[in-house]
């Protein structure tokens, strides 16, 4: 698919603060997607859409939600429904129809059991692209050019915590995550 639409898009909806994010996300994946052995466009185009309803207004993602037939946790939680809608409408409305690509954004801020190497790479690259500032990304960053699985189970452990201490509503799909990968994990290390 060609990305001028989507640029087009971002260009004329998202805030300068998105903006910078968006691109960062987008360099961040195709890096990761080349020393990984993923489909750089592939990784280019989940990162251009990833965040496509990330700074919409409530009303207008409840909206979304029920019209696109998306369960009712979605609704006033923009946090887990941006992602979402934005898959139904990349598939929708730009014809797209990988389900990598669609599961990568539709995944990326809550991860999911059994992700793929697409999916690992969108929402790690979310979490550590060149404008993120919290305490551990560095951390996050060093991991990620290692060992693409360790910098995702960090990153789920530290969001389990973060949202956890929240008192917020935590995904299952974030927690079945983060259990995937520790068995995955324990498992490499007993088959050595």
Same mark, same amino acid.
Do not use: W
């Given at each position: 698919?060609?990305?001028?639409? &989507? ?133 996050? $960053? ?17 969001? &389990? ?14 927690? $079945? ?6 068995? $995955? ?8």
């Amino acid at each position: 698919m060609n990305t001028d639409s &989507i640029n087009s898009y971002i260009e004329k909806n998202f805030s300068e603060k998105r903006k910078i994010h968006t691109e960062g996300v987008r360099s961040t994946a195709i890096s990761l997607a080349e020393k990984y052995g993923a489909d750089p466009k592939k990784a280019e185009l989940a990162a251009l859409f990833h965040d496509m309803y990330r700074g919409v207004p409530v009303d207008a993602l409840n909206y979304y939600v029920k019209h696109l037939g998306l369960d009712k946790r979605y609704l006033d939680n923009c946090n887990l429904a941006h992602g979402k809608i934005a898959a139904i409408i990349m598939k929708r409305d730009y014809g797209i129809e990988d389900e990598d690509i669609l599961n990568a954004v539709s995944f990326h801020t809550t991860g999911r059991k059994n992700m793929s190497l697409l999916e690992k790479i969108i929402y790690i690259a979310d979490a550590i692209e060149p404008s993120r500032h919290y305490p551990g990304v560095e951390e996050l $960053r060093e991991a990620a050019m290692k060992d693409l699985d360790l910098a995702c189970l960090l990153s789920l452990e530290h969001t &389990i915590e973060y949202v956890q201490g929240q008192g917020s509503f935590l995904d299952e799909d974030t927690l $079945r995550a983060r259990n995937d990968l520790r068995k $995955r994990r324990e498992m490499e290390k007993i088959n050595g």
